[in-house]
């Protein structure tokens, strides 16, 4: 398979999302509107509970089936480019830091009521130029559409103020009766799987001032995006949201586009794996598969440091999924990835640890994980020890795709629609403890590790949810009072103590392992000096040995020599003896002979 650089937009083919997606209806833009720079205020995501998340799945039932998925995942395999390729996110590339400008404060913003007025006439104007119908006409007593419940949302607020024992909200907090957020939720509810008209001219009413949207009503649109957003207003509400603006960032599109990144085998290996049973992808060397590996690969070469790393072409592919333009993906994808945002209230994805070298976020949010898994399913956190289970077994997928790898894609949608609003690390993390609080009694009643991994990574654990998939969100969104910023702000500073207190250990531990070694090398080196000695002892003495042979022998040989020269003198001396008694005789012959004369 080859591919080539492509700097043309991906066709927009409503088949691509399987369904699911839609067709735009002005997402295709990227200049229409003015470019957000938060998703909501920033003690946003401090929402009170009490009212929930309410609505219900947009798409049918049949999209849940996860039919997408091929191959295998391994977390572990990457390309880094070396570190001398130019890194595009430095200061130093001329063509981007203006996507990083900051920008000038905001003009004063209306009153309530008249933010609240100027909407209901966008969303009516704007139905009107959608369906070429004039505007709608009077409603039958008692009928309330969404304009309409916004206005009386304000008007109870204004009368709230004065009510100290109400609940209240301002600057972020709650302020509205319940009674009206449960009716705006249920309204969405009952409109979602028709998907009315005035629903979608409040979300463009949203578009076209999205910043007064976000700063006055946050509470409200975390109530509809937990709803689900509209799939033809995806692309623009995610693009508004992550406050990405593709005109920053089309020029270093095409440039990087034009160089060779050292992670293109890696690349066109990987893309064919990515949803092949879905039309956008499963094409070979298709539209969808060189958008995409021209996503890849540029940001392979805008963010050098980071690379390619198997996963993120499951991040970058739900993008395309909503018709966006490969500029409009990329730019999306780029503040995804951001460690730290430059546009002041800018929300902080930081989606970029998890695929660095060293993968610190990855390592992070399995920590985080396993704690909270600890602390909200003991019964199932002792069921994992004791069968050896361990987090990046089977969640290392869920947080390096977000969740795109294991599940359907129309709740994989659900679940950036709010990571876009409320964050990567919050919503993962809720969504994971989610799943395995409904599977709880099925893993408990597995046996062995193998058992276990099995539903973990397999089909299985979706399957609950199957008859009610709104459940899942439901889910995830009951445990925003449990898994709060608070609560992981804890969990990091634990993290880091741990790590601290490992590296410690790890220290003297090696200065041990060092101190070790060296006793080691001392006590070898002693060894063979002392085989040496012993070999120069043993040398010696076999050399003094010799030498008293050598003695020994020539003191046999001295009395060998001695004793032969004894018996040679006895024999001399009985020789002189046999003489001597000869010559006596003689002598004794001759006194006789002469006494005889």
Not at 329 to 348: C, G, I, Q, W, Y
């Amino acid at each position: 398979m080859s591919f080539g650089p492509r700097t043309s937009s991906l066709p927009k083919t409503g088949s691509a999302g399987n369904g699911a997606n839609g067709s735009s209806t002005s997402s295709s833009s990227s200049s229409s509107s003015p470019t957000s720079s938060s998703a909501f205020a920033p003690n946003s995501s401090s929402t009170s509970s009490g009212y929930g998340s309410v609505g219900t799945y947009t798409s049918p039932s049949h999209l849940f089936q996860s039919q997408h998925r091929s191959g295998t995942f391994t977390s572990q395999t990457r390309a880094s480019p070396p570190p001398a390729t130019p890194n595009r996110r430095d200061s130093s590339y001329a063509a981007y830091p203006a996507m990083y400008a900051k920008r000038s404060s905001l003009p004063p913003q209306p009153s309530s009521s008249a933010f609240f007025q100027q909407s209901s006439n966008a969303a009516a104007t704007i139905k009107s130029s959608i369906t070429g119908q004039p505007q709608r006409p009077p409603q039958p007593e008692g009928f309330e559409d969404a304009q309409d419940l916004l206005l009386r949302l304000e008007r109870e607020n204004a009368s709230l103020r004065l009510d100290p024992k109400s609940v209240l909200v301002e600057e972020g907090n709650l302020m509205a009766h319940m009674r009206t957020m449960q009716t705006l939720s249920e309204y969405h509810l009952k409109l979602s799987s028709e998907m009315k008209e005035e629903d979608i001219a409040f979300w463009n009413s949203v578009i076209e001032d999205h910043q007064s949207s976000m700063q006055k009503i946050p509470h409200l649109l975390i109530v509809k995006i937990r709803s689900g957003i509209p799939p033809q207003l995806r692309s623009k509400i995610w693009s508004l949201m992550a406050g990405a603006d593709p005109s920053k960032v089309e020029t270093v599109y095409q440039n990087v586009l034009q160089e060779d990144s050292p992670a293109e085998r890696i690349i066109k290996r990987d893309i064919p794996r990515t949803f092949p049973k879905l039309d956008m992808f499963k094409e070979e060397d298709g539209p969808g598969q060189r958008s995409l590996y021209n996503l890849l690969k540029a940001y392979s070469i805008y963010d050098s440091e980071c690379g390619y790393c198997q996963g993120l072409s499951f991040v970058v592919a739900p993008l395309l999924l909503q018709n966006m333009s490969e500029i409009e993906a990329f730019s999306v994808f780029v503040r995804l990835m951001e460690d730290s945002p430059a546009k002041p209230n800018s929300r902080r994805y930081a989606l970029r640890s998890l695929f660095t070298p060293q993968m610190p976020g990855l390592h992070l949010i399995l920590y985080q994980h396993s704690e909270l898994v600890r602390l909200c399913l003991p019964n199932l956190f002792a069921h994992f020890v004791e069968h050896g289970v361990m987090a990046d077994t089977y969640a290392s997928p869920w947080f390096l795709t977000l969740f795109t790898y294991n599940f359907p894609l129309a709740l994989v949608f659900r679940i950036f629609d709010i990571i876009f609003a409320e964050g990567a690390t919050e919503t993962m993390l809720r969504f994971s403890i989610a799943i395995l609080k409904r599977n709880q009694q099925q893993l408990l009643q597995e046996t062995d590790l193998e058992g276990n991994l099995e539903l973990l990574k397999g089909d299985r654990l979706y399957k609950v949810y199957e008859e009610d998939p709104e459940r899942v969100v439901q889910d995830a969104m009951s445990l925003e009072s449990v898994i709060t910023e608070a609560v992981l702000e804890k969990l990091v500073a634990n993290f880091h103590a741990e790590r601290k207190i490992r590296s410690s250990s790890d220290m003297e531990v090696k200065q041990l392992r060092w101190e070790a070694q060296r006793v080691s090398a001392e006590n070898q080196k002693l060894s063979k000096e002392v085989a040496g000695l012993q070999e120069s002892l043993r040398a010696a003495n076999e050399r003094r040995l010799q030498e008293v042979k050598k003695v020994q022998a020539e003191m046999d040989a001295v009395v060998g020599q001695l004793k032969a020269e004894r018996v040679k003198d006895g024999l001399i001396i009985e020789e002189l003896r046999r003489k001597l008694a000869l010559l006596e005789g003689n002598d004794l012959v001759d006194e006789g002979s002469e006494l005889r004369e």
